[in-house]
Each structure stands twice: as C-alpha cells, then as structure tokens.
C-alpha cells in the first residue's frame, strides 16, 4: 500500500528530475513513496510533450540488448554498489549514480543511452539478488547476470569477449540449503 502522503518542494523537484529521465509513473510513485506524486508526474510529461513510458521493466543484461548498452548498466551497478559500500542509502545511491550517468551523457542520442526505468529495476534486482554483479576471472570486468536469463556455453564476457564459466547465483544457494 503507497501512502497518500502530502508532497513537499523536494518531492516536487525530484520528480521533475524523474520526468526528465522519462521514468516510469508507476517507479516515480515508488521512489517518492506517494500516491499524489502520479498526477504531477502526469502534468510534468503533459507539459513535455512526452508520453509517460510504460510495459513491462526490462533487464539490463538481456543479450538482445546492445552491448554498448549492457556496459554502460554494468559499469553504473559497480558505482552504485560502491555507493552502498560507503554508507549511502540504497535509493540515494540509485538515483545519484543516475544523475551522474545523465550529467555525463546530457548530449549523446536518446537511443545510445540507457533507460532510467531498467536502471531502477536493475538496482532492485541487485538488492533482492535477482540480479548479480559478477567478475570475469580473465579480465576482471564486471557484467551484471540476471538468473531469470538462460545462461549459454557460448556467452562472452562484455569487456574482453572471453567464454565465460556458468555463473552459480548466491540466492538459489540459499535456496537449496536453506
Ligand atoms: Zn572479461
């Protein structure tokens, strides 16, 4: 259950700032943890021009996806598990690693740039271990797995294309000796 909680100024300019990542509503409604934030959400894509996105949230390591992308979702994860290393909140972390990404990227071309609504999923998989950040023994790269996503002999490595070992996720070890 999402509180009707009353928004505040900060409320106010963070989802701006979320309107302009063309976050989902429903993710907006989640990291501002109110249910009003949906209608202001609502007019600040109106007054964009844009259509609020929606569908189902997408992973960061599906193998469709370009690799440019999938380095890109990989590298922002070790910066936010970093982050959650030196004490920062999770969501904190979540959306200063992505306020970084988009500074840094204001310019590139919409279809070279990551998605903020899979960057939210991505950060809420890492924290249930849906998702892990895994080291190739080669290079020592770092590339998000996804254990819903069928791993392959012949998957590669992002950063150096090496083979890379069937990765065992430390949730269904959990699982099995629990
Ligand atoms: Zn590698």
Redesign the pocket.
Known sequence: MIEKRILNARDYLLIEELVEWETKVKDIIWIIISSKAELYAKQCYKKNGVRPPNGVPGSASTKSLRLDLRMQYSALAVEYLNAIDNGIHRNEAMLTVFRMYWKLNFNIPKKTKIKASVWISTTRNINCGIEELVT?Y??S?KYLLDSNVIQLNSDR?I??N?LIPKHIFKNSIKTKFA
């Open positions: 190739c080669r290079c790269g490595c950063w150096c090496h």
